[in-house]
């Protein structure tokens, strides 16, 4: 008896997926990080060979278990807030906020020619479509098979596998909007979204025919890529009276799960912080045990900085003791990696969209008012800041 089996994808290439961008934490649960890029849209790409299959394992990963899927159930055993302590009062913290908390709106002016342009030559140069791999296992039942199981899959044994790929795909005959799913995805007018696809050469445009879902995938991120370093090229700010409330630091803090937040901390606005991943953590630790440090907080998801990708939050603002450091107020962004090969492009294009706004911030307030950098440590943070 022969059967066919759909795609096959690794666990293990979804598993480094969400270890690479801090979508899993180190007991392997998927964290608040990964649902909040989802519901915003700036979800990391994901690997190659996994593009194809992109709604599969999105609906594989949304079906892991998460603290951060759960309803809110009351529990008056444990404490359900996390209350700003003395800290927050601290002259240091609020000549650290007056500094930082600073509102502009951005301008990008670019010419959609140029964007064409550069689009053309990337598409033509970068974009390529994988065609689509099927597994086939060809089986026999075995003897004296149970109903037990076949429901447990145990009723064939496998006796070969082959792997097969079609140029072209079995969905080539279903007709797609290919210019209005480009728009779309570059928020781009059809008009642009035309002249790029008319632009690109035969050979790679031909690749539609191949795997339309995935040419459609690659054009768009490679579009929005062209797209991110000319924002960055033409992008300026323009500081407003509007500031935040300060009642974003009280805002949510009793939907956090401080269980498992560790010790109690010295030098932090709150108590207890939730960190995000491994990096944060270690960062913390040693973060609220130096002496160079007088108050710190993990910015509340409500400081946002608006971009053209996105609004960008950034991660901790620190006031260290004056005279012990040539920065005194800074504005941290942890990453692990530094590298351009580990960043995706939406998340290089926010750290570059908010250098410009501090940058803008310091020349209309005050020279190096607020230093404002991305670490992948400590140690890195007090490189800059000496």
Known sequence: MKFQVGPVFSGQVIYKYLLKNDYSD??????????????????APLPPELKAY??????????????????????????KKNPLNSNFEKREFKELWSRINRKAAYSVDFDSVEL?????????????????????????????????ALKSGDGFKVAETTVEYNKQSIHSAVKYDLIGKI??????????????????SVAVFAQFRTNPESFIAEAVRLINEQKATMIIEHLAYDPV?????????????????????????????????????????KFVETLDTCTDVIVYAKLPRGFLIPTPVGDYNPDWAISFKEGAVKHVYFVAETKGSMSTMQLTKIEETKIECARKFFDEMNRKYAPENVKYDVVKSFDKLMDLVK
């Open 26 to 43: 180190d007991a392997d649960r998927i964290t608040g990080t990964y649902h909040e890029a989802k519901k915003e849209g700036t979800l």
């Open 183 to 200: 728009a779309d995805g570059t928020q781009l007018t059809r008009r642009t979204t035309a002249d790029i696809l008319k632009g690109i």
């Open 116 to 148: 064409v342009k550069k689009a053309v030559a990337e598409l033509d140069k970068s974009l390529r479509v994988t065609p689509l791999q099927y597994t086939i296992q060809i089986g026999e039942q075995v003897d004296q098979v149970t109903a037990d």
């Open 241 to 281: 009276e509007d500031k935040f409330d300060i009642d974003i630091f009280t805002a949510g803090q009793t939907k956090q799960d401080f269980s498992k937040a560790g010790d109690k901390l010295k030098r932090h606005i709150y108590d207890y912080v939730v960190t995000d991943s491994g990096i944060e953590r």
């Open 54 to 79: 992109a709604e599969q394992v999105y609906q594989l990963i949304d079906s892991v278990f998460s603290d951060s899927q759960m309803f809110e159930i009351g529990d008056d055993r444990r404490p």
